[in-house]
């Protein structure tokens, strides 16, 4: 299988509300709307979309997001940390640096998602040898 596009689809009622949260502080562009369905595509990134639908439709009751959580890589987690927050958002998980390499944060969307918007860094030693472990060696 050859995978062309990831897109996720968070079940809400608040479509305009998840829109122009995810278009106005990641930079997401708007590229369907419905009365019922939104799909907006990363910045820069074609094969990535985040959409929206309302939950209850003829077709009956979608996922509603519960245990969902997307995640960003960014060049600067940061600089992103201090937009976000100088923006007026909720941080919901300060910013810290995680033992399997990752610096890191999150927000949460209107719909109740968690956002972990991180950058990679080394690993401790010890997750580095577990991450290791499980390399194929040629």
């Known amino acids: 299988m050859q995978i062309k596009r990831v897109d996720f689809t968070i079940s809400t009622s608040k479509l305009q509300e998840s829109k122009e949260f995810y278009m106005k502080y990641f930079d997401f562009r708007l590229v369907y709307e419905s009365d019922w369905y ?29 245990g969902l959580i997307l995640s ?5 987690a940061d600089a992103e940390y201090e937009r976000l927050e100088a923006a007026g958002l909720q941080i919901y998980q300060e910013l810290q640096n995680k033992p399997w390499g990752e610096r890191s944060f999150v927000v949460e969307d209107p719909n109740g998602v968690h956002v972990y918007i991180y950058k990679s860094i080394p690993a401790t030693p010890e997750y580095q040898r577990i991450y290791d472990s499980f390399k194929k060696v040629k």
């Open 72 to 76: 960003f890589e960014v060049e600067d």
């Open 38 to 66: 939104i799909e907006l595509i990363a910045p820069d990134m074609p094969t990535m979309g985040i959409s929206f639908t309302l939950p209850q439709r003829e077709e009956g009751e979608f996922f509603n997001g519960r």
